[in-house]
């Protein structure tokens, strides 16, 4: 399924990067580099958001390539929340009784440098063809029990609006699905992207919700906010995801203030990831002590409409789950993380 974001405002390799002042004349090599082994896309919007002149700039820091990307740390995996191991079929995993994930795209409008799956996506070897498609459907129909499809990737609002039309109209015509989710960033990242033509192309027969990944409130511009109402009064509604980062959101005045301009674009914040162990971003992570003091200041700070869960993906795949501090009989903490199953695993920080 081709993507409809292929643009000349996009920037991709490191001369674009120096030309648009995000990073020194001397660093476009190390850029590409990076490139190479991790997929780089910054839309003109949200470069335009970037204070080239800040060195801690929280937006640079989530899009713009660095050398440390290349390292990678003790602990750091190729698959940190074990998709591999729940995908019966490609492009879909089935991690959950009542739900899967379908990845129709790995194109994004902007890779993260966190990112999870930052090994796949924007590669198109790894790219989904029309036939995994077919078989996820086919599994999908197949499966009684499912309930819910979410839709991922990638970013499926890359989809062209005649594409994802098409397969949410398919879709909904499995007779035990009762909702679609569609995970996306791109009503932050390429807001005009968002038309009445994609509106429509989301009334499919079944409700649509939509979940929106911001992580500080300078990406939700004036533009995201006009792309939010089209959703919202298309019949759409609408929450969001985020991931606690350090030096992009890690304090509470932060995290407050974007909340609190999520709930006023009517979005409810939903989710707040603990950063994965995806390789080459321990510059991004916090302890989970440091997580769960930030989380809990805002306890009685901002109501609880504003406030989302705060989660951690159980490496190897064991699904998210809130985190509860253990204590050994020998004195020693540690994090008990209890999956779905009610089989407990423990997580420590490194």
Excluded at 27 to 54: C, F, H, K, M, V
Excluded at 66 to 75: F, N, P, V
Excluded at 138 to 158: C, F, K, M, N, Q
Excluded at 326 to 347: C, I, Q, R, T
Aim: net charge negative; with cysteine.
């Amino acid at each position: 399924m081709p993507d409809t974001l292929s643009s000349p405002v996009v920037l991709r390799t490191g001369r674009h990067l120096v030309d648009a002042g995000l990073i020194d004349g001397d660093a476009d090599q190390t850029a590409d580099r990076i490139g190479e082994r991790y997929s780089i896309a910054i839309p003109s919007g949200l470069a335009a958001l970037i204070d080239p002149n800040d060195p801690e700039d929280p937006i640079a820091r989530q899009f713009v390539p660095d050398a440390a990307e290349l390292e990678t740390s003790d602990g750091e995996l190729e698959d940190p929340i074990g998709d591999g191991a729940h995908s019966p079929v490609p492009g879909l995993v089935h991690r959950y009784p009542d739900r899967v994930l379908l990845m129709p795209t790995l194109c994004c409008p902007v890779y993260c440098r966190y990112c999870f799956r930052r090994d796949r996506v924007g590669r198109d070897a790894d790219a989904p063809t029309a036939e995994d498609v077919d078989r996820a459907i086919s599994y999908i129909t197949a499966h009684e029990d499912i309930r819910e499809v979410i839709l991922t990737g990638g970013d499926p609002l890359s989809l062209s609006d005649t594409n994802l039309g098409a397969l949410l109209k398919r879709l909904a015509e499995i007779p035990h699905l009762n909702n679609l989710r569609i995970h996306t960033r791109v009503p932050v990242a390429l807001p005009g992207r968002v038309t009445g033509k994609l509106v429509d192309a989301l009334q499919c027969g079944l409700p649509v919700w939509m979940v929106l990944h911001a992580n500080h409130v300078r990406e939700l511009t004036d533009e995201v906010a006009a792309a939010c109402d089209r959703l919202t009064r298309g019949g759409i509604p609408l929450l969001s995801q985020s991931v606690l980062l350090k030096g992009v959101n890690d304090d509470v005045d932060t995290l407050t203030c974007l909340f609190r301009r999520l709930i006023a674009l009517k979005v409810k914040p939903y989710y707040l990831h603990h950063p994965d162990r995806a390789r080459g971003t321990a510059r991004f992570r916090l302890t989970l002590d440091e997580g769960r003091t930030l989380v809990d200041a805002l306890r009685g700070r901002i109501s609880g409409l504003c406030q989302p869960t705060y989660v951690v993906d159980i490496p190897g795949g064991h699904g998210k789950v809130k985190a509860v501090k253990a204590e050994k009989s020998d004195g020693e903490k540690y994090w008990s993380l209890v999956d779905f199953h009610g089989n407990p695993h423990e997580f420590r920080d490194f």
